[in-house]
């Protein structure tokens, strides 16, 4: 477990994770004064996710035919596709939390209210991890996970001043 967690902090995929994360919270917080049901909710989130994937993946075999004039070969777009499915991972996160909530379990406010913190705790959470992997004392580590934590904040705090 530690290894594979290890192997996965060292990857470009905690980047395409954060990048997902901040799009979810965004849907997460957009939609939460005027909610679906619990079950449309997750629905939406994993039909977000799987779009977002397939715009990086369409977006990104684009750049490389355009940009280097051959076809995407199938190595390139194994890439793409690994990086995009984090970006998925990100973005669908927070549908376990409404499909939790779409069997009774927990009340559609509470969903919401874990969907919106724990994007806020990822997003922090890889800030300090980034920080920590370059080296950086846990003093500093604290503060870089707290400014990139803010960008969550910031979507919810705008969220809020708005409604």
């Known amino acids: 477990m530690r290894a594979s967690l290890e192997a996965h902090l060292g990857s470009r ?9 901040i799009l979810g919270l965004t849907l997460v917080v957009a939609l939460e004064d005027h909610p679906p049901s619990a079950l449309v909710m ?12 397939l715009a990086e993946v369409y977006s990104d075999v ?9 076809r995407v070969d199938r190595r390139q777009l194994a890439h793409m596709v690994e990086e995009a499915g984090a970006v998925a991972f990100g973005v669908g996160l927070p549908a ?8 009774g ?10 969907a919106k913190w724990s994007g806020l705790g990822l997003i922090g959470g890889y ?3 980034a920080a ?28 809020a001043l708005l409604h």
């Open 62 to 70: 684009v750049g490389v035919e355009t940009s280097q004039r051959h």
């Open 96 to 103: 376990v939390y409404f499909l939790v909530a779409s069997t």
């Open 127 to 129: 800030g300090y991890w």
């Open 105 to 114: 379990w927990v009340q559609l406010a509470t969903a919401f209210a874990l």
């Open 42 to 53: 997750a629905a939406w989130l994993l039909l977000s996710a799987l779009t977002v994937a």
């Open 13 to 21: 995929q905690v980047g395409r994770v954060v990048y997902g994360s």
């Open 132 to 159: 920590r992997s370059a080296g950086a004392p846990v003093s500093r580590a604290l503060v870089q996970a707290t400014v990139v934590a803010a960008i969550g904040a910031a979507i919810i705090l705008v969220k």
